[in-house]
């Protein structure tokens, strides 16, 4: 390989200790270039302003999917037998002589707890909390009131 003379670049030398006796403006266009910079790389939403807002924007609360809804449920001993997470299909027997109808009220509702059951309240059942809709925790209300219920493990 042949020999060649070092390349050197003229005002190199001069132009490092220029800008090192101009601090300030090497600084302040240092910060110009890097606020260029984050602008250019923020969110690419269109709809939105750049830079801090002046005021928080106000969250839309969407309507609750699930609510919780305490049922009592005839049979206590079956009670025992629900953990946490479980999912269960809800009956309702209504209480007649000859028989009534008996109906699902939800199904696949998960139980969020199993509360410990007092002695008084072992005769008329025990209570469960389950995880369901809106609308079938108004249903599981009603039968409530005019039924027995039951649960089924799914």
Same mark, same amino acid.
């Given at each position: 390989m042949p020999h060649f003379a070092p390349? $050197?670049?003229?005002?190199?030398?001069?132009?490092?200790r220029r800008l090192l006796r101009h601090r300030r403006r090497a600084a302040a266009a240092g910060l110009a270039v890097t606020a260029a910079a984050l602008v250019a790389?923020?969110?690419g939403d269109a #709809?939105?302003?750049r830079g801090h807002p002046v005021v928080e924007p106000v969250r839309k609360h969407r309507a609750v999917e699930a609510v919780a809804a305490?049922?009592? @449920?005839a049979d206590g001993a079956t009670v025992r037998l629900l953990r946490p997470g479980d $999912?269960? #299909?809800? @009956?309702?027997a209504e209480d007649t002589a000859t028989g009534g109808d008996a109906h699902v009220v939800a199904r696949g509702a998960r139980v969020t707890e199993v509360p410990e059951p007092l002695d008084a309240a072992a005769e008329s059942g025990?209570?469960?909390?389950?995880?369901v809709p809106r609308a079938t925790a108004a249903r599981l209300a009603g039968a409530s009131a005019t039924a027995r219920l039951a649960v089924t493990l799914c």
């Open positions: 390349v $050197r670049v003229r005002g190199g030398r001069y132009q490092l790389a923020g969110p #709809d939105r302003t305490p049922v009592r @449920i $999912r269960v #299909d809800v @009956i309702a025990a209570l469960v909390v389950l995880s």
